[in-house]
């Protein structure tokens, strides 16, 4: 009865006509997904203001998130994670749809004898719609556009995860893993590289999802900056959950 603050006010003059609005809950765990907890946020306070008098101000406390289930894996990041990035946030974008908030983070890289772990970041944002949605929380340790590297001498890979979750149920997961060689050479006058990787793919959006599994066998070569060439053999196994189609 306490934790939800909705007020709005206006004043008019015969100069001047100013509105301030305000929405404010405070001390609340949010555990997604329903029946299934995936993840609890616990919320010191989450607050929007708007009115004439400046920009809409998003401020987004959080005291904990913990992973549940089979997302606990993801637990030893949460040391990694700025529970003050949503206050005062790094990016705050509105539209006429509604607002996001957020940050990433970059992480930095690690190096134990052979193994070296590079291209690390964790990212996390609030967006909350004006009208007809609801709020979403969403995660991510790197992306598909930049996903961490492992190098182990020749022997490499990478990947990321990503989540978004409403109270309404999962909105998408991706998971993304790849391994393989990679070996590079450089005389000067010529430089190429030659990888085979081997991938899996899997994304959940709503009630469809799909996993594809993948081999990549790629060839490069550059002469002196002048002439260029490369090859991609690309072979993928793709399964749709909703269809039952391979």
Not at 140 to 154: G, H, I, S
Request: proline fraction near 5%.
């Amino acid at each position: 009865p306490d934790s939800l603050v909705l007020a709005v006010q206006g004043r008019a003059a015969k100069d001047e006509m100013r509105v301030e609005v305000l929405a404010e809950l405070k001390d609340f765990t949010l555990n997604l997904l329903p029946g299934a907890p995936l993840v609890r946020f616990k919320f010191d306070h989450l607050s929007f203001r708007a009115g004439s008098s400046g920009k809409p101000d998003v401020d987004v406390v959080l005291q904990d998130i913990e992973f549940l289930g089979f997302l606990g894996f993801v637990e030893t990041l949460r040391e990694l994670i700025p529970f003050d990035g949503f206050s005062d946030p790094p990016f705050l974008d509105v539209t006429p749809e509604g607002l996001s908030a957020g940050f990433t983070q970059a992480l930095p890289n690690a190096s134990v004898g052979v193994f070296n772990l590079s291209n690390m970041s964790l990212g996390a944002d609030v967006q909350v719609p004006f009208l007809g949605k609801a709020v979403t929380v969403g995660f991510n340790f790197c992306t598909r556009e930049r996903p961490f590297t492992l190098a182990v001498v020749f022997i490499g890979g990478g990947g990321w995860f990503l989540m978004r979750l409403s109270p309404d149920g999962l909105d998408v997961l991706e998971l993304g893993l790849e391994a393989g060689a990679i070996l590079a050479v450089d005389f000067g006058v010529a430089s190429g590289s030659i990888s085979a990787m081997l991938g899996i793919y899997m994304r959940l959006e709503g009630a469809e999802g799909s996993l594809s599994g993948y081999f990549r066998l790629r060839g490069e070569v550059d002469v002196l900056g002048l002439i260029s060439a490369s090859i991609e053999l690309y072979l993928e196994l793709h399964y749709e959950f909703d269809t039952g189609k391979m």
